[in-house]
């Protein structure tokens, strides 16, 4: 793995201490700043460019698709993992919205924390099942069949919005992992995405994914 640069962005003194003692414990993760303010954070995004942000999304009173389109346009290449006390429905859909790159709670533990960054620096995202079922609550009851989609389609996309891994999936529909990844990359064409938060999302607004409880 190659070098990540990272910056934290949380008002709580104890919150960036256990971050930076996490992260620091991993060789090539490098601190290149902190800040406990929202107000200059541009600047610092600008002249540091790190690789990921921790963002506390209680911070701003702006809207924080707003804050995430300006960090966006001094440092294009951050990715953005949200971080919040709680994983309540409306930090969670507001979050994923905006366009972070994951979203965890400041109670997540240190392998879950490491796990987030190796994740979304791999250009993936990260939302755990918890937060994955919070999105899956807003989906609505039943299934439209779109002449688009092949049923095959929409049951690997059902799977992929329950927040199941490719070689979880191909364990359960008996295909191999390339056949699950080509549909996968299918689905995200037609779907006119390139994120799994952003299909999660596009299916609850089509009504392509039956309800979680």
Not at 95 to 102: L, P, R
Not at 129 to 148: C, H, Q, S, Y
Not at 194 to 203: E, F, G
Request: with cysteine; charged share 30%.
């Amino acid at each position: 793995m190659s070098e990540l640069r990272i910056f934290i962005l949380d008002d709580h003194y104890l919150i960036r201490e256990g971050l930076k003692k996490t992260l620091k414990s991993v060789k090539d993760f490098i601190i290149v700043g902190e800040s406990s303010e929202l107000t200059n954070l541009p600047v610092f995004m600008n002249d540091l460019k790190p690789d990921i942000l921790f963002l506390e999304i209680g911070l701003h009173k702006r809207p924080l698709a707003e804050l995430v389109l300006e960090i966006k346009k001094v440092s294009p290449k951050t990715k953005i993992l949200a971080i919040s006390d709680c994983s309540c429905e409306m930090k969670v859909f507001t979050s994923v919205k905006a366009g972070v790159s994951g979203f965890i709670s400041k109670k997540a533990d240190k392998e879950e924390v490491i796990n987030a960054v190796v994740e979304i620096s791999s250009g993936n995202d990260y939302f755990t099942p918890e937060v994955t079922k919070i999105l899956m609550k807003g989906l609505f009851a039943g299934r439209r069949v779109d002449n688009n989609f092949s049923e095959r389609e929409l049951e690997i996309m059902n799977l992929i919005c329950q927040g199941v891994t490719n070689d979880s999936i191909a364990s359960q529909l008996f295909l191999s992992e390339n056949t699950v990844a080509t549909h996968k990359r299918n689905i995200m064409k037609k779907a006119g995405v390139k994120r799994t938060s952003d299909l999660i999302l596009w299916a609850l607004d089509n009504k392509l994914v039956a309800r979680t409880s």
